[in-house]
Nanobody, 118 residues
Framework: QVQLVESGGGLVQAGGSLRLSCVAS????????MAWYRQAPGKQRELVAY???????SYRDSVKGRFTISRDNAKRTVYLQMNSLKPEDTAVYYCNAVINQASGPGTWGQGTQVTVSS
């Protein structure tokens, strides 16, 4: 059984930083694009950033210059470094990955709460 486990969420003041991690485990022979999504209360889940296996990245406009996505293929891990956090970044952050070239929406983690106080 393949699973993704996120960690690193928490409560931080505006302007602070957090680093999220997501580790993939199970019977895995390949991991393609990895991504971070977030969902705030009452809102739809939205894509925050993604990174391809080769290291190409993309970010939503509201986090550009503040968030950095990276991955360590040997450790099957994707990271999200979040700096200059704002209250509007408050959400549950979910990891997503294309594992074993599977089609469809990819594999999801259980989520980690990030709360930014003003």
């Amino acid at each position: 059984q393949v699973q993704l486990v996120e960690s690193g969420g928490g409560l931080v003041q505006a302007g602070g930083s957090l680093r999220l991690s997501c580790v993939a485990s199970g019977s895995i022979f390949s991991i393609g694009t990895m991504a971070w999504y977030r969902q705030a209360p009452g809102k739809q889940r939205e894509l925050v950033a993604y990174i391809t296996r080769g290291g190409s990245t993309s970010y939503r406009d509201s986090v550009k210059g503040r968030f950095t996505i990276s991955r360590d293929n040997a450790k099957r891990t994707v990271y999200l470094q979040m700096n200059s956090l704002k209250p509007e970044d408050t959400a549950v952050y979910y990891c997503n990955a294309v594992i074993n070239q599977a089609s469809g929406p990819g594999t999801w983690g259980q989520g980690t709460q990030v709360t930014v106080s003003s």
